[in-house]
């Protein structure tokens, strides 16, 4: 039976549910950060979307914009006043690229999801029918900014450094920030200002948390966990484990994956507390979105 | 010269401002509405995005979600554990379908967008290079949604009805709410549950602002507007001049329009006030981008 | 075992064959057409492709162009000589849109395509590893109009007639010409006319061949069949059964299917043999390709 | 006025002509080398098309496949008989990557294309009205391959060569082939098996035909000329030019080009005779299509 995994959160919601930890992230904690905030400034924690400037990471096709409408096209009738018109274009957009949210159907384990929902209800065709993007796409919540590389003294962690729950607490010590239920960590690594300022630094190995830290996070009932790497997680995986952090946070607790989040503002102005919004595409079946991440001070 | 247009904010926030109305949403704003959040619910304002439940209006492509990854793709290796993999897939989005927000570079008025940027300044190839959704696809500021529908004790208000700025004013009153700079207003007409519900409503005519009414949203200093209609303004055209209300607000005014807004669930609920946070996709030379915006209230 | 249905092609050019009835369209059968050509006037049997000319039919996307560069983009820099530049677009096609060739991977039976090539060969990620229009995307051949629908004296057979084996015997007897191995037979009922000519034609039902004629081409040995409607079979399925002549001839024979072949200019010349080349895009994976067929009379 | 360049082939077919040179391409051209075929065999000068396998040149996305539906897609619904389905799958590609052919729209001088065509028949939401590849993708002809690589005893050009009318000529004399009026030339600089063979060449310089041997291919009333490099000229353009044969060849006589033409197998047959057909697809507005050509031996 999909339910008895005692590490995970399968069932706490219900049988058919398909939020997950979103569920934490109630009203009340979106009241009380709200009423907490300190500066009311407005941070985009999303890296501007083009061929050239979206990570290449594994073999996802290339983030493009086609122009559907130009000024030109309008010029053509003459008339008294002048010309009004309007542009337009087309996305063409992986769901997994540049800064993006998962879906819970994002990673499976065996024949299921997150909840035990089937993999056999997800096809080709239509995509998820569980747990897609337009289940876990509305997020706020009280965003905790952990930023373990300043933590280390470092404008980076090293290509394959394992953060670990050690780690995470001696961070929060050090911030004078605790985790609580229904938050969002957003985990400061260094490696989207490598990524970004060096188009040849190599996207593998990075640093990231292991499942050490994936427990730590799990056990503070986090609603969902941003980090400014490919993946949160290290690569290579924890352990050699195929996905290894994906499948105990996204599958095993239901707890939502934002990646390639540009911490570095935050982090610049010592944010480690504000309220964060994520209104990711509601895309019926897509496994993710591309989004605009907003941390309000 | 292009700046000596007496009705719009041309020159307002500088020569090279590609921020408009949005600059006088500044962190006081902010820090005002989120402090005196009542309920902490959480709203989504997106339709669903899918070729069947997006509306179809004007020529726009439908947008189209295909998996790139598919669980099947994972089976093929055996291994002592169960199988653990990735679905994925690619979106292909017209910038101006569903609930999307308009980029300043959307509309142009003779040879100038928005604080006079030349139209030269854009190109098929790269699109928008001034005003682009970059410039101002991160919003957070106070929402006021003003019930024009309700107010008139109507589920949706008649197609092509033109609304007044006596409209807006006779909803501020009825519902007890005023309207402040910086703040967003979304204005209901009831039209996207119609076009939602029955596919066969025709898209036009719909109800929706008209120029007296634009005059007063920008003479009182609003950051953006949001409809539950197609184009913000009425269809057709306030007095028969091509995108006249688009022409006032987004060229002269710089003020933000976010179209397709849901607003059936902040009405059902007359959640007046809101704080608002809209995160576009940040397409390098885009003119618009869907998105998921989120009103707290 | 694959091979033991005695009414196909399995097996008959080898185990991994992935050609099929192509096989049969030799160097001899061209040499002999290519030398017996009456005319050498080139017909092209393609619809053009747009999204308001391609037929829309099951629920395919529409094909869509999107210009990436236009004259515009080239004259910013000033220079002593003309401006030169150039122009190109971007295409999204559905693969089996407008003017098409299936794959023989584009449908399976059971477990295989045809000759026995297992389903799980096919990945979302990948497409077909066997039997991709990669393997069957190039055609030359004798091509034999048979004009069903001249025969009959009618512009276009009514909706759901079933062309049956007599019928295809009749019509060859009636323009003088027989069907040899190798041959690419092009049935005309006259459904793309309505089609094309008027937008409120329903796509369904249509009329086109059932399992009768299609047994009558399969003896015959043809190397391909193209049709002027949408599915080369009657629509409904002859017989009620899911693509019923698609798993006779692509599946069991091996037999390459054209559909919304253009054949009025053909017909109207009455050029009943001709020199038929398709070359479909070698697109990896892919399980058919938009075409320009070509006849030669 | 336009036509009064006395280089060019402005007017020669009349006013508004969008064919081009392939008015040359006559039924009795057809016919003569239909009836003079040698061997019949059939030669695909496609590239496979793909991200890895189609040459990335100047900065066109790569093309790319998506699966729409697969096979799993069918198996929900249990059956007396083997569940039968189909597959199919969604295509984005550029118009000009790959093997491809040239619409005469695709590059202007000044304010014109071809034949005095203007530049403003052109916009970005429709593309090209006049030129566009639905006036010249349908092409049968003879097709003459000079292999001036094998001529020059080398597997290829060396990068930046110069193509000369004395080369041409010299492969003309040591094959024994004369070029006719309405011939297409398929010039072999032996580039393509560079670029495809390792992927580390770089893509520029390239050896291909210059200005000198323009003028002698437009002397000799050729309709189309193909090769096996990324611009059918020499990269850098000759005479430092921008687009110079482009220009020549294109806008002035509307010869057709084709790019990334396979001639491998050709050369490697000696088959310097042929016919040759080309089927570019009808997309309405584009200047271009990825195309397979066909030559029969």
Known sequence: MPGDDPKGNWGRWGEGDERGALNLATADVVLEVARALRTGKVYSLALPISRSRTPAVWDRPPPER???TAPQDHRREPTGRPA???TDD???LPSHAGTHLDALAHVFEGEHFYNGHPVSSFSTRRGASRCSIVCTGTVA??????????AAGL?????????TA?????????????????????VRTGWLELLTGDASTPSFPQAGIGLDAAGWLQRHDVCLVASDNSAVEVLPFDGGRELAVHVELLVHAGIALLEHAWLAELAADRCHESLLVVGALPVVGATGSPVNPIAIG
Chains 1, 2, 3, 4 share one sequence.
């Open 66 to 68: 086609f122009t559907r």
């Open 84 to 86: 009004v018109g309007s």
């Open 90 to 92: 087309m996305l063409m």
């Open 141 to 150: 919540t009280r965003g905790v900014l952990l930023d373990v590389a300043s």
């Open 155 to 163: 404008p980076a962690l090293p290509a394959g450094h394992v953060i």
């Open 166 to 186: 050690g780690e995470l607490e001696a961070t929060c010590d050090r911030q004078g920030v605790e985790v609580r239920p229904g938050d969002a960590v957003l």
